[in-house]
């Protein structure tokens, strides 16, 4: 299993978003969504626009640990959604596949993601990338491990710090401070 990285850029973060909105708006809210709402692609897909319309905030089961989680729409997320949606019926797919009602599947959202950001030179992403860059992103407004702790799940803030990148950030800062003559 390999190690996915968040984007920790937010010039980069803006260039793709600005490609994919160019090549495939579903793509680009994808991408949006899970930068912005920090939860699992297996979470994301299952999305339908009714869960959005007229809606203040989400509220889900997450597959992965069975929590309920609730949380209001980041104003600039909801902004984009509510164009997205606008045309849609109710039950919609918000991320559909070509092939009947369903989504896209977990499988082609990493095909997407690993386009998108490869042109933009990121390696090492993943679907989790999109998670773990919400979490560093909010990490960095907040300093709050503690807060990402429990969003994500986490039993630990060593746990959250690796997860989303820190400890590997802070260990090359250490590594290129050191100085011995």
């Avoid at 299952?46 to 929590?67: H, L």
């Avoid at 959202?109 to 979490?135: D, M, P, W």
Wanted: aromatic letters at 12%; hydrophobic letters at 30%; one cysteine or more.
């Amino acid at each position: 299993m390999n190690y996915v990285e968040p984007i920790r850029d937010t010039e980069v973060i803006q260039r793709i978003a600005s490609n994919l909105k160019q090549q495939n708006e579903r793509d680009y809210m994808m991408f949006c969504f899970g930068i912005y709402t920090g939860l699992r692609i297996s979470d994301i897909l299952k999305f339908r626009v009714k869960d959005i319309k007229g809606k203040r905030g989400y509220n889900i089961r997450e597959t992965k640990t069975g929590k309920q989680k609730s949380y209001d729409w980041n104003p600039t997320l909801k902004k984009e959604l509510d164009k997205f949606i606008n045309s849609k019926k109710d039950d919609d797919y918000l991320f559909p596949s070509r092939q009947g009602n369903k989504p896209i599947t977990r499988q082609r959202a990493y095909q997407i993601l690993k386009i998108a950001c490869e042109s933009e030179g990121v390696s090492n992403i993943g679907t989790h990338t999109l998670r773990k860059t919400f979490g560093y992103h909010t990490y960095q407004n907040t300093k709050d491990l503690g807060l990402l702790m429990d969003m994500f799940n986490h039993a630990s803030e060593i746990i959250t710090m690796k997860y989303i990148g820190l400890t590997q950030e802070m260990g090359n800062k250490a590594i290129k401070k050191l100085k011995y003559f």
